[in-house]
């Protein structure tokens, strides 16, 4: 049995004029202590995917329809009470930017205590005990004095661990982290991913990654949906989709990384903007941006569908792989 | 802390020197001293005389640094018509003005905070949109007004409250004295406290529920919620704590320009303290009395604005008082 598995889920926000789709029938599994990346630009629903996971979508965004099976449980469904008690317990989320993240006038300690109190009968000695533990597991030196500590007096991604530390405190099983290292130094990102995969690793928690980093997600994931417009559009296992992908998009992503132009040469851009959610254009999403639209990607969404090793929603899937057999042959 | 504690009693030092040099100023400024004094039945050679005397003629820097060493040993002169220390007159009134300021700030504490915090986490309520309502009244309408109105319903319509004067009061230390020991003296204050809170509360209500809305919008109150806390706790111990911050800052400048309202209300509802006691000195241009008046109401100000700063040091963690000025 899976541990995650979304069925259809759809986001709508409720704006002044209309209600606007930001997700648009959403599905996938996550097996028990399995790793997925989400990826696509800003505005494709990456991270309105994690907070509605959580069922913690904020006015005036809202789960329209759709099922989220948690641990037999559907998250849609719960009432406020059933999701308080899976929320930092059975299910936590790490957040983008740690300088935020924390309450500012309350200590790390305080903050650690109370969601252990929050979810078990515990006395506050020992949920400090088990804050430090949870502290020295993410590398934290001297945890007894920082959990003394106010946020504002440790750096970026110090509190990055100590949020990491805080998702770990109940040993949940899922964990969704929303971009948890743009907010920090190039040299810091590395070791905060290091220590999230070996956590996960050694713990079986189920990890989903959001992320724009193509390269991030190669390295911890072990399968991947890519995101657009409020819609997947490509859905697989990591290695399959890094090295053969088969939508546009997606080609269109990979040959931007700086790995694939050589130096001096310029990078190989996606041409135009991923639409605004208020003015999405018919058909298949991505038609105005893509070389290979025909008159069918103009009015009709593509449906994904299994292709190969992956699934794809894209109308010419099969024309773009004859082509580039007939490319190989050539070479 | 020594350091700040230091620094701080210089910025005061600095401000109280600003407002004698004011008061004097008008003193030399209201009317002839020597009319006050002698009436006009003394001829201009004797005035001259007693203008030498009285040191009326030397210069300005000698008699504002006369002013202000008779003011540092706590001589403000005396009054013209009390014919007593004006410090004394005005230490004397100062009970009933200080307890009706602490009657409007507990009413506007007590008030504002859960009515600020109400309307911030539940904003579409007939009862938030009521309370907004009032409170762009409360605001709009003066303060002598809303005495007047108050006074009109509540004592002289209904007849619940007496309309003026301290009623019974009962001495703790030395001249205090105070309405909080007996019946009759919480039912005088209660109006007098009312009319004076009348415009700080609804501009503490809105504040409140602005900063309230949006530290709930805050990424650490999301996180809060992911970490499956109860919204009681969220709303009261995350966002109350933040929400409070600038409110403390704000409410200690209030608080100051408090003791200044209460000239309005004091009058209206004839309250035996410094408030009306100014209004008087006014009219019988008792000029020691009206400058001693501005004198210790400055003092005032800069002792709640310190005193608040240093609470508000206390409360955020991110001002360390013990590092600061260090």
């Known amino acids: ?331 | 802390m020594f350091a700040y504690l230091v620094k701080r009693v210089f910025q005061a030092i600095a401000v109280m020197f600003v407002i004698s040099v004011i008061g004097f100023a008008i003193q030399g400024n209201l009317g002839d001293p020597l009319r006050e004094l002698v009436g006009q039945s003394v001829s201009e050679e004797t005035r001259q005389q007693l203008r030498d005397e009285l040191g009326l003629n030397d210069s300005f820097m000698t008699q504002y640094l006369r002013f202000a060493g008779n003011a540092l040993q706590g001589d403000l002169g005396t009054s013209y018509f009390f014919k007593e220390p004006a410090l004394d007159v005005i230490l004397k009134k100062l009970p009933a003005t200080l307890e009706l300021v602490m009657g409007a700030t507990l009413i506007i504490i007590g008030l504002s905070v859960p009515l600020g915090v109400y309307t911030a986490i539940k904003p579409d309520t007939v009862l938030s949109r009521i309370i907004m309502g009032l409170s762009i009244v409360g605001i709009s309408i003066p303060v002598f007004l809303t005495a007047i109105m108050m006074i009109f319903v509540f004592s002289v319509h209904y007849g619940w409250f007496p309309s003026f004067g301290r009623g019974d009061v009962v001495h703790v230390w030395g001249y205090w004295e105070t309405n909080f020991l007996t019946a009759d003296g919480w039912m005088h204050i209660i109006l007098p406290s009312f009319a004076l809170a009348s415009i700080m509360l609804p501009l503490f209500i809105r504040l409140i529920r602005s900063e309230m809305m949006e530290v709930l919008q805050s990424e650490y109150v999301k996180f809060a919620r992911a970490k499956g806390i109860s919204p009681r706790r969220i709303y009261f111990l995350h966002a109350l704590k933040n929400t409070l911050l600038p409110v403390i800052t704000v409410g200690g400048v209030q608080i100051g320009t408090m003791v200044a309202y209460t000239i309005l209300t004091e009058t209206v509802f004839q309250w035996p303290g410094m408030g009306f006691m100014f209004l008087e000195a006014v009219n019988r241009v008792d000029t020691p009395l009206i400058v001693a008046y501005l004198i210790v109401v400055g003092f005032i100000f800069v002792v709640t604005n310190t005193i608040v700063d240093l609470i508000y040091g206390l409360v955020n963690p991110t001002v360390n008082i013990a590092r600061m000025g260090a």
């Open chain 1, 1 to 331: 049995m899976s541990l995650l598995s979304v069925r259809d889920l759809t986001v709508k926000f409720a704006m002044r004029e209309q209600t606007v789709t930001a997700l648009n029938g959403i599905s996938f599994d996550l097996a028990k202590g399995e790793r997925l990346g989400i990826v696509g630009e800003s505005g494709a629903g990456k991270s309105i995917t994690g907070f509605a996971l959580m069922n913690l979508l904020s006015r005036p965004g809202f789960i329209d329809h759709g099922q989220i099976m948690f641990e037999g449980e559907d998250v849609v469904t719960m009432n406020d009470r059933q999701l308080r008690g899976m929320r930092g317990n059975r299910m936590a989320m790490i957040f983008q930017d740690p300088m935020v993240t924390l309450n500012p006038v309350l200590t790390i300690g305080q903050q650690m205590i109370e969601t252990l109190m929050a979810h078990r009968k515990l006395s506050r000695e020992e949920a400090r005990q088990i804050a430090i533990v949870k502290l020295r597991e993410v590398y934290i030196p001297s945890p007894e004095e920082r959990l003394e500590q106010y946020p504002h007096e440790l750096s970026g991604g110090m509190r990055q661990r100590i949020i990491i530390a805080i998702a770990l405190l109940l040993d949940p099983q899922l964990i969704i982290a929303d971009e948890p290292t743009t907010a920090l130094d190039v040299t810091i990102q590395a070791d905060i991913m290091e220590l999230l995969l070996e956590l996960c690793q050694s713990n079986q928690v189920g990890l989903i990654l959001i992320t724009h980093d193509l390269g991030v997600v190669s390295q911890m994931t072990e399968r991947t949906l890519v995101m657009y417009a409020g819609r997947i559009i490509e859905a697989g296992r990591t290695r399959e989709i890094i090295n053969d992908p088969q939508h546009p998009y997606t080609q269109g992503l990979i040959n931007a990384l700086p790995q694939q132009t050589l130096p001096g040469q310029r990078l190989k851009q996606i041409p135009g903007n991923m639409p605004s959610l208020t003015n999405i254009p018919p058909g298949c999403p991505f038609n105005p941006r893509c070389e290979y639209a025909t008159d069918l990607c103009r009015s009709r969404i593509p449906e994904i569908s299994h292709y190969g090793e992956v699934e794809v929603a894209c109308h010419e899937v099969q024309r773009l792989q004859s082509n580039d057999a007939r490319r190989e042959v050539k070479a």
